[in-house]
């Protein structure tokens, strides 16, 4: 593992605050006070969630035949969790649309992970996939809570004209970004926040794409690489939640606001908001990756899709920033395809299109005094 | 409880699109800020600790930014997306659908 200097963990540094609790006005010191308790309860926080898949591990299910078994789960829009089992391996298809898609999904992520790269479901030891729909009210989203995938269903409380988001089984990369969330568990452990964090959201973003691209086996040409599409009513302005192609160029929305997603390390975001804007700049190596893709061309779960996989699996720690995912993934093409092959090179080019160079030093993101002077409301 | 004005921010989430809204509690339907009241007394929400424990975010999952203010006293809650609470999950989803309406507006 290589070892940089700069871990670009700026959120909120203890000693930006504690300047500001010495020298600030009245209100900034008492907001600079709150959060420096707040940054000691989020590491403490942090390093209990990276033993979690160790925590886990001993209780997962296991599919009865060592292979794939999937089951489905009817929350019924309340909130306990699994919920009502309706639909297990090998059922015939439900009247329930979101039920279905959640099997279906399921089922195509684990064949590319189990026919591509060999891996026998999320922990690599036939952990059973269990789906929960129908997740509370209104809950407009989807995630992965260490153990299970969980799907709401958008905005159904509302009017129709008011509605933003479909159910989030409708995008099958989703599902496979859900996944990849327990891959990543069990594999690299990266931390949720900052460019860990980033990662961590990166490689759900790859292998949901990949997923979606190999259910149509669809080149890198004919593949959308859009996150989510379908996902948004007709209401937004938008054709899905993410691109990998152009970041930043997803939905761009009167109410939604527009797609935040930097393509490049200059446009890198400091934010304390959402993890250390993990959602954000992921945007940044998912955006390299869609480069190498590109470059190598063919099906891109096969090369670009393999390096990524082995980086995950075997390079990547808990703690790795961009700059030591790029050098890593760099290393394992060079395992994989040879020292200076053309599928090597592509990595090398795809990392230098998003402004990291191999081997390199990452300059450090500008702007975190100034994110967190506004974060406290100081400037 | 004696409340004016309500803040409300919901980041993460898989979109990672953040919903924000400043509500002036007296500029609600009536029906809606007496629900609001009874929440927020039920949860006797002045005592609650700045970051609820329990609530550590998973991937994808939403963090909620509560900040209740009355005259020169405010006090701001930090959650995770599933409170055992059931006020509190009323209490989100109640502001997670009135945050949307605010958007709406402008």
Redesign the interface.
Known sequence: MHNHRHSLECILPEHMLEQIATKGSDAQKQMAM?NI??VY?LRA?RA??ASLADLFAPTMPRAADGGKERIIYDVKRG?SLPGTAVRREGDPASADVAVNEAYDGSGITYDLYKEVYGRNSINNNAMRLDSSVHY???Y???????KQMVYGDG?E??PAE?RL?NR?TIAID?IG??LT?GVTQFEAKLV?SQQPGAL??HM?DVFGSLVKQYQSRQTTTEADWII?AG?FTPNVNGVG??TMKAPGSAYDDP???KD?QPAHMKDYVNTP???GG???NSGIPNHAFYRVAMEIGGYAWEKAGMIWYVTLRDKLGENSNFQQCADLSHQAAGELFGSGSLEQQAVKNGWSGVGITIGGETPEPKGCLEATLRFLGAA | MDVERIKFERTGGFAGIRLAADFDVSDLPDDLSQTLRELLDALDFPELPAKLTGNESVPDSFTYIITVEAGKWHHTVITGDAPEDKNMQELLELLNRLARKKIKKH
């Open positions: 709150d308790s707040v309860q926080e209990m969630r909130a509370r009210t209104g407009d989203n989807a995630f992965w809570d260490g905005d409380n509302l008011d988001f989030f989703i970004h859900e969330h949720y961590n959201e759900s989510g996902l939640i993410r109410v939604l606001g935040p908001s959402d993890n993990v959602h954000i």
